[in-house]
């Protein structure tokens, strides 16, 4: 088990702030986008999700196409934080999500610490 940072980036007109939204136990990073698409984050008073379109295919730099999906595209960037062009209308203000890994091989003794103060979350 891993333990991954979510990061939130809100760009708005008159300003932009990052923040971590929580950390996550998870076994790989496919797992972190699972958590992300199908997660409300009630705890946070807000919804979100990713921002790109599930059914477009992104620019994949070794290929040099674009036939990436956009879960393919996510996983080989940990998150959208690196891609402007999901800016589009500001108006309301944008989120973009990422990860960053903090540490493997979380001990199971270290994880149910994490969990019980609820430090993190455990997908």
């Given amino acids: 088990m891993n333990l991954y940072r979510i990061i939130s980036s809100h760009y ?6 990052t923040s971590t939204l929580c950390f996550l136990l998870a076994e790989n990073e496919e797992q972190i986008y699972d958590f992300v698409k199908n997660c409300s984050y009630d705890q946070f008073n807000e919804s979100i999700n990713w921002c790109g379109d ?4 992104y620019w994949n730099e070794e290929t ?3 036939d990436l999906t956009h ?3 996510v996983l080989l960037n940990q998150g959208e934080l690196e891609c402007d062009d999901f800016l589009t209308d500001l108006y309301y203000g944008q989120t973009l999500i990422g990860w960053e890994l903090i540490n493997e091989d979380i ?3 270290e994880q149910l610490i994490l969990t019980n103060l609820k430090v993190a979350i455990k997908v």
Avoid: G, H, I, Q
């Fill in 107 to 109: 001990a199971e003794n």
């Fill in 64 to 66: 040099e196409e674009e």
């Fill in 12 to 17: 708005s007109p008159k300003d932009s702030f």
């Fill in 54 to 57: 599930e059914d477009e295919l």
């Fill in 71 to 73: 879960k393919e595209w």
